[in-house]
């Protein structure tokens, strides 16, 4: 299975994007701010994608 990460602050839109993939067959990780996605990169190095917002936090 595919794996992506989402990254954005805004929680309702990362969690209806991850929704929307999940249902599609991909593993999905949620990371609200710069540094936990950064901790989630770090951790999970088989990351298929990254979906990202330019304007983020941390």
């Known amino acids: 299975m595919s794996k992506i990460l989402i990254v954005d602050d805004d ?3 990362a969690s ?3 929704d929307s993939l999940y249902d ?3 593993e999905t ?3 609200y701010d710069g540094e936990v996605a950064l901790e989630k990169v770090s ?3 088989d ?3 990254i979906i990202l917002d330019i304007m983020m936090p941390k």
Do not use: F, P, S
Request: net charge negative; glycine share 12%.
């Open 16 to 18: 209806l994007i991850g």
């Open 47 to 49: 990351l298929e994608m």
């Open 29 to 31: 990780l949620l990371a």
């Open 43 to 45: 951790n999970n190095l």
């Open 11 to 13: 929680r309702e839109i």
């Open 24 to 26: 599609e067959g991909y």
